[in-house]
């Protein structure tokens, strides 16, 4: 049985998820072999030189944290490729103080560039998961994303109407990075509800798209983060399934 969610472009002809029928524990074993074949995809494309960088990196940590303090048992399957001796060398510092900064200037009344707004909740997310402003703002894009199953380069005042291209690669990673590490602080299921929908999307996609635009290590975290946390769920809720 073929997942049926991503077979076709969703930038293209966008699936509005209405009046599905239900396939049961089908649908699981389908969506995983689906994932599981665009990680192998991903992984063979990663040049064995290359590092990850540093939200990659940093994303990475936070997600495995909230596996070790919450779901110990689930890190044997979260395993996704990236360079342990990168984590190991994280010594910079990452402007969290100046993305909160940013994160408090981002008004309602302004238009807002959305590869700006994603940036700016990584960092404030990380520095500060509780701030209020992480939750608006990062509901407002939900919203958006789940009315009209696209993300546009800018919003205008009151963050309704958007504007400019809704076909970049990019921001629907950083969105779906964003939302990942934001489910793995709050365990709240709407965001992991709208992180499957962004990664129907992605993987929809052609995948030479996805190499050139997303940054290596980037589709392999994303994807080994919403596997994990969809199986944790399945878990709690006593669904059994093939896990090859």
Not at 142 to 149: L, S
């Amino acid at each position: 049985m073929n997942y049926l969610y991503n077979q076709q472009n969703l930038l293209e002809a966008p699936e509005k998820y209405m009046y599905t029928k239900y396939q049961g524990i089908d649908l699981f074993q389908s969506y995983l072999n689906s994932r599981n074949n665009e990680l192998k995809k991903c992984r063979e494309n990663i040049s064995r030189s290359s590092s990850s960088s540093l939200i990659i990196q940093r994303a990475f940590i936070v997600i495995k944290q909230n596996l070790i303090s919450n779901s110990p048992n689930a890190l044997k399957s979260f395993c996704p490729h990236i360079k342990q001796e990168d984590v190991k060398n994280i010594n910079s510092p990452f402007d969290t103080d100046i993305d909160l900064a940013r994160m408090n200037n981002i008004f309602l009344d302004e238009s807002v560039k959305t590869s700006i707004l994603l940036d700016t909740l990584f960092g404030s997310i990380l520095l500060d998961v509780n701030n209020i402003n992480n939750k608006i703002w990062l509901d407002r894009l939900v919203q958006r994303f789940e009315v009209t199953k696209k993300l546009y380069e800018e919003y205008l005042p009151g963050f309704r109407k958007g504007r400019g291209q809704n076909n970049l690669i990019k921001l629907y990673w950083l969105f779906a990075l964003v939302l990942s590490i934001y489910y793995a602080e709050t365990n709240q299921i709407k965001y992991l509800s709208t992180l499957l929908k962004v990664c129907d999307l992605i993987t929809s996609l052609p995948f030479k798209d996805l190499a050139r635009d997303i940054p290596e290590f980037g589709l392999d975290l994303v994807l080994s983060s919403e596997i994990v946390f969809l199986e944790i769920l399945l878990k709690a809720k006593g669904i059994e399934y093939d896990h090859e």
